[in-house]
């Protein structure tokens, strides 16, 4: 249903729902508003997930939809929370006659035509299947001598199944040769496609061509394999071996007309099937009171070889990613009309959704790949991860990538609201008054590098660099290396609370006035297990300072890594480094990174880390 904003003015969407899902919300600006400040809701209740504010709970079929309401302009005050579109979708309801619906749609690659990439490249078409069915139901609950009659208790239920084989656009990567991954790099090339000539970083004082840093070529562009760095060498046999035949990379240099850039392309459809069940009753309590509840669920269940999600994506097929996202709602409500003037609606319902994104497979392990490279925190890698890598630099086009970092993530997220609004008919005035009550609680992993990420790209700052990122895998040379001390699961919660008054006054005829005002109280969302730090100015401690590498132009001889003539020097030992380390900090000086960080609750620091806001009026 969320595609339905596109039919309304002043909103641009960049949604691509061709195949469904539970995202799109972040992908809506109303009136220029940021794609983060919107609000949707379902039979009045928040539907909007409180960590990204760009994807819904859960989702409800078309079928089951009775109202799509957009509001993109100037609000009355009974709208609040958040300033971008408010979309409420309202669901249908039985009547006093039972009806029903079926349906089922068809989509296959097979109806389709083909790109005009994947024919130039010879490509078949991607496998894009979607097999969508399901079903509406409501009428009159009939209970005899409990409920008798038709015009009491209403159930209306939808269900709708997707069967989705989703399309991956064909990706290109360049990936290590089998003599590559075997020390040999005498038929290698640049992204241009041209010879790359890979050095030996043992070597020294070497001056002119065809020199690198001071260091002279492997001899036959060939690693001898006692120097194979087996963790290196097992990280590029990890990855997939070429396929495209006319690359430069595998005809070698000089190769005229050679495909240039890459030698790996790949093009995997996924699987995404999902299920959307709702259930709604209504019951009239009597001819002024009107009860009504519903309870929806969702299985989302995403698997594939790439790209993968947020965590997990690769641009080349390795292993098998599945990415779990159900979610439910539910919602009571309570309509009462007071007098003929005056009615009363109370909302109370919640909305839950979880995510786990994780490998099913063992290829990215380090026991299985054999990429055993040493870690900071070996503690911190809960599922033996090998480490996220780039080799790119400026001679590797189109890098391999997985995001390893920091898999497997978890998040939990639920939401409960509560409103009341009171309605009221004075004259020539149409009053309402309401509240609005909110409360967060969202657990999610952290997006540090717990398992680590190596950058083995090419650097001339790095003194031991070989000029080529698959080498300096190889050898076991690398430009950086980071890895967060822990695994962390955060416990972020807020509540929110707001009231509003406004009135309609119908002046004349022709003149309508609409005012209100609102008030909120927003508590900053703050994690619980008091996790979270920031960095306090007077919780700084000059004393506790570390030194920094100064630069210096005067190096002694044999200094490594000089570059243009400047090293590191620290004054206080009297040592010299290499210029990749100016403005590094000295070892077991100072207390290192953590001087003035202070975790929440802690020296005097606010368990939100800031100040809270004082009642803001609107």
């Given amino acids: 249903p969320l595609d339905l904003v596109k039919a309304a003015p002043g909103v641009v969407s960049t949604i691509n729902l061709a195949t469904a899902g539970p995202g799109g919300l972040g992908n809506i600006s109303a009136n220029g508003a940021r794609q983060n400040s919107n609000q949707a809701m379902i039979n009045g209740i928040g539907n909007t997930d409180t960590g990204s504010n760009g994807s819904l709970n859960v989702t409800v079929s078309i079928d089951s939809v009775e109202e799509f309401k957009i509001l993109t302009g100037v609000y009355q005050a009974e709208y609040g929370r958040a300033m971008g579109a408010q979309i409420n979708i309202v669901t249908k309801s039985g009547s006093n006659d039972l009806h029903g619906s079926g349906y089922f749609y068809h989509r296959n690659d097979s109806l389709n035509a083909n790109n005009w990439l994947n024919n130039r490249n010879g490509t078949p078409r991607n496998l894009f299947r979607f097999n969508d069915f399901g079903y509406t139901l409501g009428g009159p609950v009939v209970i005899p001598k409990i409920v008798n009659g038709r015009q009491k208790l209403f159930f209306f239920v939808s269900e709708e199944f997707q069967r989705q084989l989703q399309p991956v656009a064909t990706k290109f990567v360049t990936t290590p040769t089998t003599a590559e991954r075997g020390g040999d790099f005498s038929n290698s090339v640049d992204l241009n496609g041209n010879k790359i000539i890979i050095y030996d970083p043992t070597t020294s004082g070497c001056t002119g061509s065809p020199c690198y840093n ?342 002694p001889a044999g200094t490594v890594g000089v570059v243009s003539g400047r090293c590191g020097f620290d004054a206080t030992t009297s040592s010299y480094v290499a210029a990749a380390f100016i403005g590094a900090i000295v070892p077991n000086t100072g207390s290192g990174v953590t001087n003035g960080i202070s975790q929440g609750g802690q020296n005097g620091v606010s368990n939100y880390l800031q100040a809270g806001r004082p009642l803001q009026w609107g």
């Fill in 214 to 555: 001071g260091h002279l070529p492997f001899p036959n562009n060939q690693i001898p394999s006692a120097r194979l760095y087996g963790p290196g060498v097992a990280l590029l046999k990890l990855l997939p071996t070429p396929n495209v035949t006319n690359s430069c990379s595998l005809l070698g240099p000089g190769a005229s007309g050679c495909v240039k850039g890459y030698d790996y392309q790949s093009q995997y459809s996924t699987q995404y099937p999902r299920r959307e069940d709702l259930v709604r009753m209504d019951y009239n309590i009597t001819s002024n009171q009107r009860l009504f509840g519903h309870f929806i669920y969702n299985s989302n269940t995403y698997q594939g070889l790439e790209p993968g999600p947020f965590v997990f994506g690769s641009n080349m097929p390795i292993d098998n990613i599945f990415y779990a996202n159900p979610g439910h709602g539910w919602a009571v409500g309570h309509s009462w009309t007071l007098s003929p003037t005056m009615t009363n609606e109370l909302n109370i319902g919640s909305t839950f959704n979880a995510i786990r994104i994780d490998t099913s497979g063992t290829k990215y392990t380090r026991t299985a790949s054999g990429a055993t490279l040493p870690l900071l925190y070996p503690s911190a890698d809960q599922e033996d991860l090998v480490p996220q890598v780039s080799f790119s630099g400026s001679h590797i086009g189109n890098n391999p990538t997985f995001g390893t970092a920091d898999a497997p993530f978890i998040n939990h997220n639920t939401t409960f609201d509560l409103t009341d609004n009171v309605s009221k008919i004075w004259g020539r005035h149409a009053m309402k008054f309401g509240m609005y009550l909110d409360r967060s609680w969202k657990d999610q992993t952290s997006f540090g590098d717990f398992n680590g990420s190596y950058n083995f790209n090419d650097n001339s700052a790095n003194p031991y660099d070989t000029n080529f990122g698959f080498s300096n895998a190889a050898l076991g040379v690398y430009n950086s290396m980071d890895q967060a001390a822990n695994m962390i699961n955060g416990q972020y919660r807020y509540w929110q609370l707001e009231f509003y008054a406004q009135d309609t006054f119908k002046v004349t005829p022709r003149l309508t006035l609409d005012y209100g005002i609102r008030a909120a109280w927003y508590q900053p969302q703050y994690d619980v297990s008091l996790q979270a730090s920031t960095f306090v100015a007077s919780n700084w401690q000059a004393s506790a300072a570390p030194r920094l590498y100064q630069p210096n132009n005067t190096c």
